[in-house]
Structures are given as structure tokens and as C-alpha cells.
């Protein structure tokens, strides 16, 4: 199992980024994939994260209203539409997978994490 994270750069507040978690080596869907972040002295926190069997969804209070996630199972990718960010976005960015359906934002519970790709937000 393999998790890869791209879409992440330098971008201005009020911004938008596009991240991209491709996966493989899964043999079924029973699984949660997960956004997280974490930003320099602080503890990693959840974004987002997706059922992919159900659809169901979750996102932090931080993210409602500006970050929506959405999978292409044909694909094998999950997928982190940011809008209107702000600098304390700033941060790398994981995706993390969990085989269970549970949209569940604690990072603990989330078995295989991709290397992290980095968003830093100007003001």
C-alpha cells in the first residue's frame, strides 16, 4: 500500500490549491483516506477525510466552507480542493488511509501515510 501527495506550492492569501493523493496496492474500497496537516512546532491536525465505499465525508471546523474533498476511484486518487487561503493553511500536508469505515479525523487511528507535500500561504 502507497500513498503520494502532489498539488502543494506557494500560493497567495485568498488563494486556491488543488492536493492530490494517488494510491495503490489496495484490493478493495473498505477504506478512509485522510487529509492532515501539520505545521512547524505544532501537533498534526485532520483536514478532511473520505469513505470511499460511502461517500461519507468529514472536515475540521477550520476547513467547513473552504476545503472540499472528493475521490476518483476509477483513479485511485483523492483529491483536497483548498479555496480562499489564508496564511495559517500554511503547513505540509499529508494523506493517510485507514481500512475502516470511519470518518474519523484522529490521526492515530490512520495505519499508512504518504511523504507530505507542502502549502505555504502568503500574506
Known amino acids: 500500500v502507497q500513498l503520494v501527495e502532489s498539488g502543494g506550492g506557494l500560493v497567495q492569501a485568498g488563494g486556491s490549491l488543488r492536493l492530490t493523493c494517488t494510491t495503490s496496492?489496495?484490493?478493495?474500497?473498505?477504506?478512509?483516506i485522510g487529509w492532515f496537516r501539520q505545521a512547524p512546532g505544532k501537533e498534526r491536525e485532520g483536514v478532511s477525510c473520505?469513505?470511499?465505499?460511502?461517500?461519507?465525508?468529514e472536515y475540521a471546523v477550520s476547513a467547513k466552507g473552504r476545503f472540499t474533498i472528493s475521490d476518483d476511484s476509477a483513479k485511485n486518487t483523492v483529491y483536497l480542493q483548498m479555496n480562499n487561503l489564508e496564511p495559517d493553511d500554511t503547513a505540509m500536508y499529508y494523506c493517510?488511509?485507514?481500512?475502516?469505515?470511519?470518518?474519523?479525523?484522529?490521526?492515530?487511528?490512520?495505519?499508512?501515510w504518504g511523504q507530505g507535500t507542502q502549502v505555504t500561504v502568503s500574506s
Open positions: 493517510a488511509v485507514k481500512l475502516l469505515h470511519d470518518v474519523s479525523l484522529n490521526f492515530k487511528e490512520y495505519d499508512v
Open positions: 496496492g489496495f484490493t478493495n474500497d473498505n477504506q478512509t
Open positions: 473520505i469513505d470511499i465505499s460511502y461517500k461519507s465525508t
